[in-house]
């Protein structure tokens, strides 16, 4: 499979006034109206059947360290493999999990490797789409970044087909794979790819050999057996977040072929600190279970907005952070916080005592005092709108850039019942953290602020 159009030079990203920021968010069709006065709808409007999020592909140039450093941090073990040991002379991919999240990780091989073997370039690759030179690329332009946010669809050369259509730039056309699985992608802002995926027949989730459960060419890790079963309590990808240059555009391009309605929007009024903001805007498939939303950077405060900082530094629009499910935030983050400086990851500073004094009053009626002591003692989040009660906390940047984090909920209410019986949470429960968007601002300007205060020292002592 080839590709069907280059990624594109990264982005240049320079300073535009408050005029320009908000002349993006009133381009033809689109305008935000914010929080307040936006009305949330579902018009069913997916131009293909979506099922669920698949998995998330990070590009990087050392894999099995960073699974392995995400495995021990997140409480996913590693389940599968494709390698040298299982024939793939193309790229190392692996895959960790927990729930049904799903992440992996990929990264060149010399083609020299390939070539020894008498074997054609990416002719042992599972990823089909997976590209040396790319890969490299976007390394040496991102740093540590999500690659592809996979959907499982019903089919995904319908999927693909019907988005070309409508405007989606390709970047990997349709192919199947072991004559069951067809895999296919789209650009869907930056360097970032939608990656369809499609099983002929179920995707047989509960089989052991990932050959099956995942993509054909993958294997199961063999020592797993004697592997430490780390689990969290992490189970799902809620959703992923992308930050780019200007809204509107970005909004009714991936709108206009996915057919994703809008599900919520913040701007800087309800998010923003004194010294900076964003604005945003959620996207959801027609069951609000993938949800997708967009960051654009506003301009003329106090302070460089935190969007626009992550543009500098990823060299262009990207994937800014994923929200994983929790079964049980407290255990989920014991753990996590037991490991952030032995190869976990470090959270954000907790907002002040007397969030926590004023939380009773906030959400008493689901919290438990003993539950609000526990938010406090580990810097925990809690926000909630007219149906749910959202509880959430912000890791700090998991690379060498402050670009990509990871983000930890758990949503509280909206439990309902399909057609079939079977209970499950309302997508999107208890909103997205609208009232606690500006301790977030906080904790992060805090945090670049040591950035620029080591710089300053430097600047001074040189």
């Given amino acids: 499979m080839g590709k069907e159009s280059e990624n594109g030079a990264p982005v240049t990203v320079t300073g535009t006034s408050m005029a320009g920021a908000l002349g993006s968010n009133t381009a033809a069709g689109f305008k935000l109206v914010g929080f307040k006065n936006f009305v949330r709808t579902n018009p069913k409007s997916d131009r293909f059947k979506v099922k669920r999020f698949h998995h998330v592909e990070f590009w990087c140039s050392d894999a099995t360290n960073t699974?392995?450093?995400?495995?021990?941090?997140?409480?996913?073990?590693?389940?599968?493999?494709?390698?040298?040991?299982?024939?793939n002379f193309t790229h190392a991919s692996y895959l960790i999990r927990s729930g049904d999240l799903c992440f992996l990780f990929s990264a060149p091989y010399s083609p020299s490797i390939a070539a020894s073997e008498h074997l054609e370039p990416n002719s042992t690759a599972s990823i089909p789409a997976f590209d040396r030179e790319s890969c490299l690329a976007f390394v040496a332009s991102h740093g540590l970044a999500v690659r592809a946010i996979a959907v499982e669809v019903e089919n995904a050369e319908i999927a693909f087909r019907t988005s070309v259509a409508h405007g989606a730039k390709p970047s990997a056309s349709p192919v199947?794979?072991?004559?069951?699985?067809?895999?296919?992608?789209?650009?869907l802002y930056g360097d970032v790819v939608l990656r369809y995926i499609s099983y002929n027949g179920p995707s047989q989730v509960s089989d052991p050999d990932p050959n099956y459960w995942f993509l054909p060419k993958f294997e199961p890790v063999e020592e797993l057996s004697s592997y430490p079963l780390l689990d969290y309590g992490i189970r799902r990808l809620d959703h992923a977040v992308g930050n780019v240059p200007e809204l509107a555009p970005a909004v009714n391009y991936v709108k206009a072929f996915t057919g994703f309605h809008e599900f919520?929007?913040?701007?800087?009024?309800?998010?923003?600190?004194?010294?900076?903001?964003?604005?945003s805007m959620v996207l959801a498939n027609n069951d609000e279970m993938v949800l997708l939303p967009l960051n654009e950077p506003v301009f003329g405060t106090k302070r460089k907005s935190q969007i626009q900082t992550y543009l500098e530094h990823n060299e262009g629009a990207g994937l800014q952070h994923?929200?994983?499910?929790s079964e049980d935030i407290f255990r989920t983050l014991r753990e996590m916080?037991?490991?952030?400086?032995?190869?976990?990851?470090?959270?954000?500073?907790?907002?002040?005592p007397t969030y926590y004094k004023n939380l009773k009053n906030r959400a008493g009626d689901v919290l438990t005092d003993e539950q609000i002591k526990q938010c406090e003692e580990l810097g925990i989040l809690v926000d909630r709108d007219d149906q749910g009660t959202l509880l959430q906390i912000f890791t700090k940047p998991v690379g060498d850039?402050?670009?990509?984090?990871?983000?930890?909920?758990?949503?509280?209410g909206c439990?309902?019942?399909?057609?079939?019986?079977?209970?499950?949470?309302?997508?999107?429960?208890?909103?997205?953290?609208?009232?606690?968007?500006?301790?977030?601002?906080?904790?992060?300007?805090?945090?670049?602020?040591t950035?620029?205060?080591?710089?300053?020292?430097?600047?001074?002592?040189a």
């Fill in 415 to 449: 439990m309902l019942k399909d057609e079939e019986g079977r209970v499950y949470q309302k997508g999107g429960c208890g909103g997205f953290g609208k009232g606690n968007f500006s301790e977030l601002f906080k904790s992060i300007e805090e945090y670049e602020k």
């Fill in 264 to 279: 919520a929007e913040f701007t800087a009024e309800d998010v923003g600190t004194s010294e900076s903001g964003l604005n």
């Fill in 401 to 412: 850039r402050p670009t990509m984090f990871i983000e930890i909920i758990q949503r509280v």
């Fill in 176 to 187: 199947l794979l072991d004559n069951r699985v067809i895999l296919a992608e789209v650009l």
């Fill in 67 to 87: 699974a392995r450093r995400f495995s021990w941090g997140l409480g996913m073990p590693l389940v599968a493999k494709s390698d040298l040991s299982t024939g």
């Fill in 322 to 325: 994923l929200a994983l499910v």
């Fill in 337 to 352: 916080r037991k490991r952030s400086f032995v190869g976990g990851f470090e959270f954000m500073p907790s907002p002040p």
């Fill in 451 to 461: 950035l620029e205060l080591k710089r300053a020292t430097e600047q001074t002592t």
